[in-house]
C-alpha cells in the first residue's frame, strides 16, 4: 500500500504558475505509475495528466498540453506537476494517484478507476 499526500496549491492570478508535489509513502514509489486528476465545483473528477513508472511516457488532456509538465522524482518518491499560464477554469482540487497495475496502464491511463491510491487533494484557485 503506498500513502500519497499532494501539496503546492494556492490562491492565484490568471498567467501565474503553481507547481504541485505528491509525496509517497510506504511501498516501493517506482513500482507505480503516477496520474494526476482534478475536480471542480459540481464537477466529476478528470484526468490531468499521467507519468509511467520510469518517467519516460508523459500523457496529457488536450486543455493543459504545453501549459502543464508532470515529472517524478524516484529518489525523493515524489512526482510533481508544474502548472503554468494558469487560468480560471483551471480552478479545481487537484488530486494525485498511483497505479501498481502498468500493464493496464498504458491503456487506461486516462481513468480514475484505473487508479487505486489517491491522495486527499489540494485546492487550486485561479482569480481573474
Known amino acids: 500500500q503506498v500513502q500519497l499526500v499532494e501539496s503546492g496549491g494556492g490562491l492565484v492570478q490568471a498567467g501565474d504558475s503553481l507547481r504541485l508535489s505528491c509525496a509517497a509513502s510506504g511501498r516501493t514509489f517506482s513500482s507505480y505509475a503516477m496520474g494526476w486528476f482534478r475536480q471542480a465545483p459540481g464537477k466529476e473528477r478528470v484526468f490531468v495528466s499521467a507519468?509511467?513508472?520510469?518517467?519516460?511516457?508523459?500523457y496529457y488532456a488536450d486543455s493543459m498540453k504545453g501549459r502543464f509538465t508532470i515529472s517524478r522524482d524516484n529518489t525523493k518518491s515524489t512526482v510533481y506537476l508544474q502548472m503554468n499560464s494558469l487560468k480560471p477554469e483551471d480552478t479545481a482540487v487537484y488530486y494525485c494517484?498511483?497505479?501498481?497495475?502498468?500493464?493496464?496502464?498504458?491503456?487506461?491511463?486516462?481513468?480514475?478507476?484505473?487508479?487505486?491510491?489517491w491522495g486527499q487533494g489540494t485546492q487550486v484557485t485561479v482569480a481573474s
Open positions: 507519468i509511467s513508472i520510469g518517467g519516460s511516457n508523459r
Open positions: 494517484a498511483a497505479d501498481p497495475n502498468s500493464d493496464s496502464w498504458y491503456r487506461r491511463f486516462q481513468r480514475s478507476d484505473e487508479y487505486l491510491y
